[in-house]
């Protein structure tokens, strides 16, 4: 199939097999791909409108066993700036967050040799027990193999035990690029591609909310790109078809490199990287690509505003969240250093600068407030409400000091 007839198949809206999904990626004109992604976005969501989600980043610790090479959050075990948050923590950053309207939590930490199932159990009960009307989209799949190892467990069971407990969401973090070939390179102590998918299947068919994600800038190739993409294609094909909840919604972004990680390091410090036209050409073609995804966002925190915007015109029909607190990827000097919180009034300042309404969303993309008209700063504000941590125990059992490896 030549390239011309490959393009007009794709402005269909049809499904590409590999082999013509590479040739689209690496040959088509990106501005073309672009276009395209934008149609396609227009048919499949609601055209003028970009969804958004209040919701809060809770890193619960930066323990962490894996020494991922482009990480500049994590810590050691031993190492004097290790933490573990306490119930007492969390819950004052839950609280913020109900006052700004915050329907989510995303709370993700690092691979902590000491904390057992039943810490995150009783975490995840006191929260639900505490903010019944929060949902707790907590962890990644390297964390859930993490508690698995560590408790001679399967996922299946770890799984299934923090979902009784609480969890309703398995977010999509910690598959950079789902080929075994990179991963061996930049996180080889990390979790394999199957592993990865596994545990989302797994989540799916447990009725929880799951993302997709990629990571792009790692020196690997058009192939690598596309594996990645045909793994979270394949998935959800499968899940649709066995219990039809599948992966809500795909997010991008580039590798964040600084001085602050290894990679950033390197002698090899030019291979790696990917600049913000690569970003939007990639994001368009992933739009095309995965045909039976939804939604699409857009990452202002490592992307930058402009870019974001830009994003709404290749592919993407949401802008992320608030993020009230980010403490990832701002530590390798991404542009939510800069900006670590975004307010809600902001937020719809750049939606309608960009030309669309902004519309609240929940984890599932279910519409949770429209704006019909521009809302001012102090109806956007955040409101006072009522503690509910008074008499939460801090004693030393919620706070697990990590030990020397």
């Given amino acids: 199939m030549t390239l011309s007839e490959l393009l007009k198949k794709a402005a269909a809206g049809e499904r590409l097999n590999p082999d013509e999904g590479l040739l689209l990626y690496s040959e088509a004109d990106p501005a073309v791909l672009m276009e395209i992604a934008h149609d396609l976005r227009l048919e499949r969501t609601t055209p003028g409108v970009v969804t958004y989600l209040v919701d809060r980043n809770i890193n619960y610790t930066n323990a962490c066993t894996t020494d991922c090479q482009f990480c500049s959050f994590y810590r050691r075990p031993g190492h004097p700036e290790v933490y573990v948050q306490s119930k007492h923590q969390i819950g004052e950053r839950v609280e913020e967050l109900l006052a700004w309207g915050g329907t989510r939590i995303l709370m993700q930490g690092g691979h902590h040799p000491d904390l057992r199932i039943d810490w995150y159990e009783d975490m995840l009960s006191w929260l639900k027990t505490t903010y019944p009307e929060i949902e707790l ?16 467990m399967t996922m299946e069971q770890v799984l299934e035990r923090l979902h009784r407990a609480g969890l309703d969401g398995l977010p999509g973090g910690g598959a950079e690029i789902l080929d075994d070939d990179v991963r061996a390179r930049i996180s080889p102590k990390k979790t394999k591609t199957a592993e990865w998918i596994h545990a989302m299947r797994i989540a799916q068919a447990l009725g929880m909310v799951t993302s997709a994600t990629m990571v792009i800038g790692f020196d690997e190739t058009w192939e690598q790109r596309l594996n990645s993409l045909t793994c979270l294609r394949d998935l959800q094909d499968e899940s649709l078809a066995a219990h039809g909840n599948g992966f809500t919604a795909f997010i991008m972004w580039t590798a964040q490199l600084s001085e602050t990680n290894s990679l950033g390091r390197s002698r090899h410090r030019q291979k790696y990287g990917a600049d913000y036209d690569e970003y939007l050409h990639t994001n368009a073609f992933a739009r095309i690509y995965l045909h039976n995804f939804t939604n699409f966002q857009a990452s202002w925190p490592t992307q930058g505003l402009d870019t974001a915007r830009k994003a709404l015109f290749a592919g993407a029909n949401d802008f992320g969240s608030t993020m009230l607190e980010e403490n990832v990827v701002s530590q390798a000097s991404a542009y939510s250093e800069r900006e670590p919180r975004m307010s809600v009034y902001r937020l719809h300042a750049q939606i309608r600068l960009a030309g669309y309404e902004p519309a609240q969303r929940d984890s599932r993309y279910n519409t949770v407030r429209d ?35």
């Fill in 137 to 152: 989209d907590c962890f990644s799949p390297s964390e859930i193999e993490n508690i698995a190892m560590l408790e001679a």
């Fill in 371 to 405: 704006f019909d008209r521009i809302m001012s700063k102090e109806e956007l504000a955040p409101v006072s409400i009522p503690t509910r941590l008074n008499g939460v125990d801090e004693s030393v059992a919620n706070f697990i000091p990590v030990t020397s490896q």
